[in-house]
T-cell receptor, first 114, second 114 residues
Framework: DTEVTQTPKHLVMGMTNKKSLKCEQH?????MYWYKQKAKKPPELMFV???????INESVPSRFSPECPNSSLLNLHLHALQPEDSALYLC?????????????FGSGTRLTVV | KNQVEQSPQSLIILEGKNCTLQ??????????LRWYKQDTGRGPVSLTI?????NTKSNGRYTATLDADTKQSSLHITASQLSDSASYIC?????????????FGRGTSLIVHP
């Protein structure tokens, strides 16, 4: 298995809703990432988990809450989002603390906040 | 600050023609450089990856070159197809801190017309 799987592919949520994005990989990668991408812009790093521990949080608002239950799974919990949070959310994984030959992206979740 | 600059911003070519996309970077130290293809609303897909010691890498009709001295890379697409229409993103990794967090270029939007 050489894929990063993200679910759901599309999500529409109200500003008072609570939802979660899920990401799964079975390549043995020990670093996992959440990125946010607006249209026609490069991905922006949100969080990095290395060996299941949060290693980088790029000053992301607390309405986004990451969770890494185990080395294969990464969640992003969403609560009280704003319309400007609408974007493509990408998960990626890499082999960790070595040159990142295995930096692989998922297909993304298209999030719309109404 | 690490930067990755891509040119042109957009490009329109006819099916069957060749094209070359450029990437200049200031990332230092340098770990590796990757070219990704991203279809609209989808996650980036890796095309090539090169370390500082590699000058060229091919993947089918895609050939990437790297000049680590001038900090320049190019992606050459041969005999373009309609399915090559996408955004092409240059990504350079900096190994400082052991996290290999990449710096993304803004991408070149390629449109292939029949």
């Amino acid at each position: 298995d050489t894929e990063v799987t993200q679910t759901p592919k599309h999500l529409v949520m109200g500003m008072t809703n609570k939802k979660s994005l899920k990401c799964e990989q079975h390549m043995g990668h020990r670093a996992m990432y959440w990125y946010k991408q607006k249209a026609k812009k490069p991905p922006e790093l949100m969080f990095v988990y290395s060996y299941e521990k949060l290693s980088i949080n790029e000053s992301v608002p607390s309405r986004f809450s990451p969770e890494c239950p185990n080395s294969s799974l990464l969640n992003l919990h969403l609560h009280a989002l704003q319309p400007e949070d609408s974007a493509l959310y990408l998960c990626a994984s890499s082999q960790g603390d070595i040159p990142s030959y295995g930096y692989t992206f998922g297909s993304g979740t298209r999030l719309t906040v109404v | 600050k690490n930067q990755v600059e891509q040119s042109p911003q957009s490009l329109i070519i006819l099916e069957g023609k060749n094209c070359t996309l450029q990437c200049n970077y200031t990332v230092s130290p340098f770990s590796n450089l990757r070219w990704y293809k991203q279809d609209t609303g989808r996650g980036p897909v890796s095309l090539t990856i090169m370390t500082f010691s590699e000058n060229t890498k091919s993947n089918g009709r895609y050939t990437a070159t790297l000049d680590a001295d001038t900090k320049q890379s190019s992606l050459h697409i041969t005999a373009s197809q309609l399915s090559d229409s996408a955004s092409y993103i240059c990504v350079v990794s900096d190994p400082s801190g052991g996290s290999y967090i990449p710096t993304f270029g803004r991408g070149t939007s390629l449109i292939v017309h029949p």
